[in-house]
């Protein structure tokens, strides 16, 4: 035996440690780069982009945002098995970007803030629970409302995702937890007051010119769009026109001398729309009459009758996760009969700027506190695929913080 073992292993410890290849330090240095860019997009901030018009123009297409984690607190992932980078689905493949096998329950980290009437928000998509793969941008409660059931499912492949691998929308946080909304004429009340649309919001105007003979040059000048996609104006007649536009813009349209008259464009009241949330063919309601109704809120209990169930339903049943039955005494809950029942989650009510080309609470309902993925802070770029070369970029739009 060996009784200067200390002295080899001080030997062994003076001995240069041997050198990591070049393609080591690479696979660290990109495991590392990995591992921080995912820490700071689950916990901190998140780079987004906007893919359609529902928030113009406080948001335009090709606007490029940064998302705050912190502002609301982090959500705890709750599918955490996931491929980096990749929401739902593989870039190339097409296939899953994330493992359901581990599945954990809603937690969220304390934040700056609670949520506020005007925030605008980014969550996950409430009706995305179930999707058609080969219709992913059409609804599927929507479609099987139309077609049914059994033709639905029979024509394409039909998915199920977890909360936080549904699709990313952003729309404008009208009513809070507790708070009472309705719509009348296209104006939003929140708890019996009037809330105007944002200046930078959108809007349908019908207007009227004294001639035929107009040069709608002069309307690009203002700010509207011509590009046959999408355009900001279509005719209706030989003299009239409906507009989509600001309240600001249209008051300059107003003001011109060869226009008759501006005025807005909503359903009639008592018009009843088929997909307009809580499809309750007992509840006249369309996109710019509806209400009152109440946003959930933790602890609060609502009696569970007619009149209440086609609005609270799907909160109960599949936002809450209990099982919901029909008796012939009343209600099921979890198996045990019930006439109320105390919300779990706060709930929110959001909508689009551009109020009649937007999918929003008007269509699916209350947003549940687990869905809600961050606040928008700033644009940090904006591209403008319609422009010329060198106005590709919006510059005006650079650094812009989002009200």
Known sequence: MSWKFWQKNK????????????????????????????????????????????????????????????????????????????????????????????QWDYRRLPGLSDIKRNDVVVFNYPQGDTVALEQQEVDYYQMVRHSGWKSV???????????????????????????????????????????????????????????????????????????????????????????TGS?????????LDFVQSVKAVTRPEGEREMDVFPFDP?????????????IPKKGWTVKLDSATMPLYERSIRIYEGNKLEKSDNGWLINGKPADTYTFKMDY????????????????????????????ALFIWMSFDTNGSFFSKIRWNRLLRGIH
């Not at 982009?49 to 948001?59: D, H, Q, Y």
């Not at 309240?247 to 003001?255: A, G, L, T």
């Open 11 to 102: 030997a062994e410890n003076n001995k240069p440690k041997k050198k990591k290849s070049k393609s080591r330090e690479w696979v660290d240095a990109i495991l590392f780069a990995v591992i921080a860019a995912t820490i700071i997009r689950v916990f901190f901030i998140e780079a987004y982009t906007i893919p359609t018009g529902s928030m113009e123009r406080s948001l335009l297409i090709g606007d490029f945002l940064f998302v705050s984690k912190v502002n609301y607190g982090p959500r705890i992932p709750m599918t955490p098995v996931a491929f980096p980078f990749a929401h739902h689905t593989m870039p190339i493949t097409g296939t899953k970007a994330y493992w359901e096998g581990i």
């Open 247 to 255: 309240e600001i813009m249209m008051d300059e349209v107003r003001k």
């Open 348 to 375: 929110y009510w959001m909508m689009g700027d551009n109020r009649h080309n937007s999918l929003d609470s008007r269509y699916w309902g209350f947003v549940p506190e687990d869905h809600i993925v961050g606040k």
């Open 282 to 294: 007992n509840r006249n309601w369309n996109v710019d009459n509806f209400g009152p109704i109440i």
């Open 153 to 243: 499912n029979s024509q394409y492949t039909i998915v199920s995702r977890p909360v936080d691998k549904r699709e990313n929308y952003i729309k404008r946080c009208i009513a809070i937890a507790g708070d009472t909304v309705s719509m009348k004429a296209g104006t939003v009340s929140v708890n019996g007051k009037p809330e105007k649309l944002k200046k930078t919001g959108n809007f349908t105007y019908e207007v009227t010119f004294k001639t035929a003979d107009v040069n709608f040059g002069i309307f690009q000048d203002m700010g509207f769009s011509m590009r046959d996609a999408d355009p900001d104006i279509t005719q209706l007649s030989a003299s009239s026109y409906l507009f």
